[in-house]
């Protein structure tokens, strides 16, 4: 059974730092793509970061770009995102997917598996 548990979310102020995680279980992370996404209050969820399954290559989404870090550490099935200079619009719940695409896509769809979620949450 494929399981993805999230952890490290919580509360900061802006400008601050903070760091989530996901480890897995049930599957060899090596073999997938991973990703985070990220759902705030009334709106769609919406693609973070991901970071390619075979070298490692990462994609991110423009409104993080330069302040988040997607990383992942395939002898312990875990991978992480690295969050600085936050801002109140980072407030969302924060989730990790998994992936049997090569690419590091945007669509959600692409993503076969889910963990359940960590609220992060900025105040300004």
């Known amino acids: 059974q494929v399981q993805l548990v999230e952890s490290g979310g919580g509360l900061v102020q802006a400008g601050g730092s903070l760091r989530v995680s996901c480890a897995g279980s049930?599957?060899?992370?090596?073999?997938?793509?991973l990703a985070w996404f990220r759902q705030a209050p009334g709106k769609d969820r919406e693609f973070v970061a991901g970071i390619r399954r075979s070298d490692g290559v990462t994609l991110y989404a423009d409104s993080v770009r330069s302040r988040f870090t997607i990383f992942r550490d395939n002898a312990k099935n875990t991978v992480a995102l690295q969050m600085n200079s936050l801002k109140p619009e980072d407030t969302a719940v924060y989730y990790c997917a998994a992936s049997a695409s090569y690419w590091a896509t945007r669509d959600f769809n692409e993503y076969a598996y889910w963990g359940q979620g960590t609220q992060v949450t900025v105040s300004s």
């Open positions: 049930g599957l060899t992370f090596s073999r997938f793509t």
